[in-house]
């Protein structure tokens, strides 16, 4: 038996910005469209570097934070912490919930990406050994990935505890 999955499965691609237009509910009688893509392009157009968007209370998340720094010598990753202001904004023009933390999300200029994937890309980012070992994990097949990863976030609190603010 073979479970089938749209290549696309788990990857976001932001479309350009007359595509992109979520409805948010001010109040019951006011609605407004914003185009996401616009309203965040002032974190691209200084910096052109991928911004990680995780969960700035999350302990797991927080160490996968340092981890990615210490690792990254090239400083060729932001951070931004998921309940932020900034972190909403680019949850939004990720085609997620602003208050969804349930997964890290890499935001780049033109895509988004999230949950094993996510990890896959800022791999391919850091220093050396993990872009290639992020090439041999793309052979594993996403759902495995995302079923792996699922279940460490879904227990990520109880298994590494939380804490009161965010520490980056």
């Known amino acids: 038996m073979a479970i089938l999955a749209p290549a696309s499965f788990g990857r976001l691609t932001v479309p350009s910005r007359a595509q992109v237009r979520v409805r948010v509910s001010a109040s019951a009688n006011l609605r407004t469209s914003v185009d996401w893509v616009k309203e965040t ?39 931004e912490a998921l309940q932020s202001e900034a972190g909403k904004k680019l949850l939004m023009r990720s085609g997620r919930a602003p208050d969804d ?39 594993a097949p996403l759902f495995v990935r995302d079923f792996l990863y699922e279940n460490v976030a879904n227990n990520r609190y109880a298994m590494f505890g939380r804490s009161d603010s965010c520490e980056i």
Do not use: T, W
């Not at 094993?116 to 872009?131: C, H």
């Open 101 to 139: 933390i349930s997964s890290v999300v890499l935001v780049e200029k033109d895509r988004s990406y999230i949950k094993s994937e996510a990890v896959l890309k800022i791999m391919e980012y850091i220093d050396l050994p993990f872009p290639q070992l992020a090439f041999f994990l793309q052979f």
């Open 41 to 79: 392009s002032s974190f691209f157009e200084q910096d052109k570097r991928p911004i990680m968007l995780f969960d700035g209370v999350c302990n797991l998340c927080n160490g996968g934070v340092k981890f990615v720094r210490d690792h990254d010598h090239k400083r060729s990753i932001r951070f």
